[in-house]
């Protein structure tokens, strides 16, 4: 059996192409050091709010209930990293021409947002772990942490993460502002996230099974919960959505002004 011989410049590519990687991921650490520990607390009051907060409102919590405060808890802290804090930073290094900046670097584009993902994916699993944590202590519930279920705990961070990139990159500072708030009130408010979706209308129940926010929180509420089969359809509106956005983001790191 002949084995694969790796030539002196496929080598030298992918160790510059590592080496891009690893430097990214530094300069986005320096970058957002002091903004961090923000999230971090941020999301773990978060958390609590819903788990705790939300309980209150609520005079008889069964099983089903919990789960559901539970589940939502964690997927609204997601949404809240992905869909809102990243996309508001993202505008504001663009308004200060930091995006200008990393168009001109000689690096690849997919490394730039391979960098971010890996920043603001870390960023975002203080609010999962306070959440699933809350969630035990709360209700005595148990997680069901597996391969996949991480797997899909990963696919949904990225989602949430690529459309908050893709909304920083198209719309202006104004715009972006604008979505998040729409995003954030449509997921506490009016999204079948925290509460079971029968008891929206049906045609609001059409146009949540479009989007990846509920049907992402479906994902996470099916895998680490168990308290429903995964739905193969879930699956496919987020891969959607998580190969959609970050296509356009790439897009968008590619232009030149």
Do not use: H
Not at 22 to 29: D, N, V
Not at 89 to 97: F, R
Not at 128 to 148: D, G, Y
Not at 208 to 223: D, G, H, K, Q
């Amino acid at each position: 059996m002949k084995s694969k011989i790796i030539n002196s410049d496929e080598f030298s590519y992918n160790t510059n192409y590592l080496f891009q990687l690893y430097a990214l991921i530094r300069w986005s650490l320096v970058r957002y050091k002091v903004l961090l520990p923000v999230f971090t607390i941020a999301q773990l009051l978060l958390s609590l709010a819903i788990v705790y907060g939300l309980a209150f409102l609520i005079p008889t919590i069964d099983q089903t209930t919990a789960i559901y405060l539970s589940s939502g808890a964690t997927s609204l802290g997601i949404i809240a990293v992905g869909c809102v804090l990243a996309a508001q930073i993202v505008s504001t290094a663009k308004q200060d021409g930091i995006v200008s900046y990393q168009r001109t670097l000689p690096v690849s584009r997919i490394n730039i947002l391979i960098a971010d993902f890996l920043i603001w994916g870390v960023a975002s699993l203080p609010g999962v772990l306070m959440s699933f944590l809350a969630s035990s202590v709360k209700f005595n519930l148990t997680i069901n942490f597996s391969f996949i279920s991480i797997f899909l705990l990963i696919l949904s961070q990225m989602t949430m993460i690529s459309i908050g990139f893709c909304i920083a990159y198209w719309l202006p500072s104004n715009g972006v502002s604008l979505m998040t708030q729409i995003i954030m009130i449509g997921g506490l408010l009016f999204s079948p996230i925290t509460y079971p979706a029968d008891r929206l209308p049906e045609w609001t129940r059409i146009i949540y099974e479009f989007l990846p926010f509920v049907t992402s929180a479906n994902i996470l509420r099916s895998s680490f919960f168990g308290i429903e089969e995964i739905q193969s359809k879930d699956l496919l509106t987020v891969c959607f959505w998580l190969l959609f956005s970050s296509l356009l983001s790439l897009i968008a790191l590619s232009r030149r002004n």
